[in-house]
């Protein structure tokens, strides 16, 4: 794509909600804009890089016979409170958004997907034999 093509708004000065240098630079340089507190739009730049690192890391992990998996943002509680971190993550610390659907079910904004991932495997790895075999080191 062409560069006057793009969509492309650079800054002069720092702007006052950045503190940290790396945060000062995507802003300054057009890569992303402030749309509400603590929540970006990634302008056509940011989105460039991270498509360009997604295929970099699915190349990488293609070559090492990874398999790759699309995991649920909204989760069950029930998922968080087995593992033991639903208050921790909800209540004390604040870090992840609660919210109840209409059957009155409390789910959560996921910040991770281990509990997701472990009840997959959990329900569907009945045997080791059901796993990729394990690469053996080449000593030379």
Same mark, same amino acid.
């Given at each position: ?8 708004? /650079? ?27 603590? =929540? ?5 730049? *940011? ?13 990488? *992990?293609?070559? /090492? ?8 943002? =909204? ?12 208050? /921790?993550? %909800? ?26 991932? %472990? ?5 569907? =790895? ?7 075999? /394990?690469?053996?080191? $080449?000593? $030379?």
């Amino acid at each position: 794509m062409r560069l006057s093509q793009m969509l492309l708004v /650079t800054l002069r000065e720092d702007p006052a909600e950045a503190e940290i240098p790396s945060h000062k630079l995507l802003l300054r340089a057009g890569y992303i804009r402030r749309v509400g507190s603590g =929540i970006y739009a990634y302008l056509p730049l *940011m989105w460039r890089v991270l498509k360009k690192v997604k295929q970099i890391v699915r190349e990488e *992990m293609d070559a /090492t016979g990874a398999q790759e998996c699309l995991l649920p943002q =909204i989760q069950p509680a029930e998922l968080w409170q087995e593992s033991g971190r639903w208050d /921790t993550y %909800t209540k004390a610390e604040g870090i992840m958004f609660a919210l109840r659907d209409r059957q009155d079910r409390e789910l959560g904004l996921g910040p991770t997907h281990e509990e997701v991932i %472990t009840a997959v495997a959990r329900d569907t =790895i009945r045997s080791y034999r059901q796993l990729p075999p /394990t690469p053996v080191p $080449n000593p $030379n």
